[in-house]
T-cell receptor, first 118, second 116 residues
């Protein structure tokens, strides 16, 4: 099946620094990638939808200047948490759909990145 | 607020017991429905999905789910669970409006522990 990877798997950073998380589709082209955030014992919350070559669409309440998303190619999307603070500590998960981007396309999920901001 | 609800947060069963996990949603109109599973240490993966047609959907590993439109429900079932079914189960809905056509809204998840 289709594989999605994330790098790094976990990162610890100091408050005020920026952190970049990569999401790659390894064996398929992903027109659309999604970024989710998961707090402990809570569900995945969609942060934004990223389409290759265009600006990301952010969900209500998600600061686009804080969570910068770039989807420069059909196999790579990046999420940069700018000026991270302890409250940004969370588990960030991406998913990708194959070319077409319709709901009939299965979303393939990455393994997640655990961010800890000190 | 529109949402996806999973009322069972934690379920413990013995092997061979039957399983039913509840999922309710509050979106009107036509929705697409999904169940995902996350085994310990693994990625989320799709168990089954419903778009249209027969409201009883069969998925992988012996799971099935029934869409009952009048109850806004999409409960997951398995007649006889195994220890290997221990995992977290997420219901998800593709709402009928707004943004990406393949956007998913997830429930809070149900952690299933199957005792051997």
């Amino acid at each position: 099946g289709a594989v999605v990877s994330q790098h790094p798997s976990r990162v610890i950073c100091k408050s005020g620094t920026s952190v970049k998380i990569e999401c790659r589709s390894l064996d398929f082209q992903a027109t659309t990638m999604f970024w989710y955030r998961q707090f402990p014992k809570q569900s995945l919350m969609l942060m934004a939808t990223s389409n290759e070559g265009s600006k990301a669409t952010y969900e209500q309440g998600v600061e686009k200047d804080k969570f910068l998303i770039n989807h420069a190619s059909l196999t790579l999307s990046t999420l940069t948490v700018t000026s991270a603070h302890p409250e940004d500590s969370s588990f960030y998960i991406c998913s990708a759909t194959t070319s077409g981007g319709t709901i009939q396309e299965t979303q393939y999920f990455g393994p997640g990145t655990r961010l800890l901001v000190l | 607020a529109q949402s996806v609800s999973q009322h069972n947060h934690h379920v413990i069963l013995s092997e061979a017991a039957s399983l039913e996990l509840g999922c309710n949603y509050s979106y009107g109109g036509t929705v697409n429905l999904f169940w995902y599973v996350q085994y310990p240490g693994q990625h989320l993966q799709l168990l089954l999905k419903y778009f249209s047609g027969d409201p009883l959907v069969k998925g992988i590993k012996g799971f099935e789910a029934e869409f009952i439109k009048s109850k806004f429900s999409f409960n997951l079932r398995k007649p006889s669970v195994q220890w290997s079914d221990t995992a977290e189960y997420f219901c998800a809905v593709n709402p009928p409006y707004g943004g990406a056509t393949n956007k998913l809204i997830f429930g809070t998840g149900t952690l299933l522990a199957v005792q051997p």
